[in-house]
């Protein structure tokens, strides 16, 4: 008998000779390893769940980070893993905790399976692979959207927090919008031209007014919320879209230019 197997990301697929008949199955690309829950208690906390909130968990394992969500913060969640058996062993512990109508898990590939809905998303799979999912968080989520990840990090996009808990790493960040390029922000006469560059949640800006620069400083974007101050006068606001409508007072707006 001989055996072959072909690896693939979240779900290899498994070509297995039997004599000279080739089986194909889907067996999971991380191998199972179950974090621990003051870990799980931990990156939860850090996400700051609240009432509304829907979390995904891509590679759920046996379903304690849903069903933990569900059980000590009562929002909705679901799993998303590969493997029948983990979801058959998490579907039993949603029911032993009491969850069950609150937590579903899914048998799917994570790269495939839809994240658009998600408040939370954690993660527990490896640095190649969170690099590979990147892309999708970046694009598919809301800004504003919380992702935690057990031990592995997102590559060059550095954590909004990094802490060490039982000398293990979790790390958080929060999905940016989309800022970068050139804005006109309109306050009462006055008509500022900014340029924003951003790289992931890092942003920093020029104000210009008539060709002539001004001074701007303390640039932040947290999710959706992005705030400055231009000659001494702070600026807060959510972006919606192509516009930055105040969200800390003041009869001011901002365009996409």
């Not at 997102?154 to 060490?164: L, N, P, Q, V």
């Not at 400055?228 to 009869?251: H, M, W």
Request: glycine share 10%.
């Amino acid at each position: 008998m001989q055996h072959a197997l072909i690896r693939c990301f979240a779900g290899a697929a498994a070509l297995v000779f039997v004599g000279a008949t080739p089986i194909i199955a889907q067996t999971p690309d991380v191998h199972y390893v179950p974090t621990p829950q003051d870990v799980v208690d931990r990156m939860l906390e850090l996400t700051g769940p609240k009432p509304g909130d829907y979390l995904i968990d891509l590679g759920s394992g046996d379903g304690r980070i849903p069903v933990t969500a569900a059980k000590r913060f009562g929002i909705n969640a679901h799993g998303v893993d590969i493997d029948p058996v983990r979801i058959t062993e998490a579907e039993a512990n949603a029911q032993r905790a009491g969850v069950q109508d609150k937590v579903k898990f899914i048998r799917a590939n994570l790269f495939e399976t839809e994240i658009g809905k998600a408040d939370i998303v954690t993660l527990y799979l490896l640095e190649t692979l969170n690099a590979k999912l990147r892309p999708r968080l970046l694009n598919e989520l809301r800004p504003g959207t919380r992702v935690v990840s057990h031990t592995f990090s997102m590559g060059d996009w550095t954590a909004d927090k990094h802490e060490k808990v039982g000398g293990r790493d979790v790390y958080f960040w929060i999905v940016p919008a989309r800022v970068e390029g050139a804005w006109r922000l309109q306050n009462g006469e006055r008509a500022v031209e900014l340029q924003l560059k951003q790289t992931y949640q890092n942003v920093t800006a020029t104000a210009t007014v008539d060709g002539q620069p001004l001074p701007i400083e303390a640039v932040s974007l947290r999710g959706a919320e992005l705030s400055f101050r231009i000659a001494g006068q702070d600026y807060r606001g959510k972006v919606e879209g192509n516009a930055l409508v105040p969200s800390g007072g003041g009869d001011w707006r901002a365009e996409r230019i």
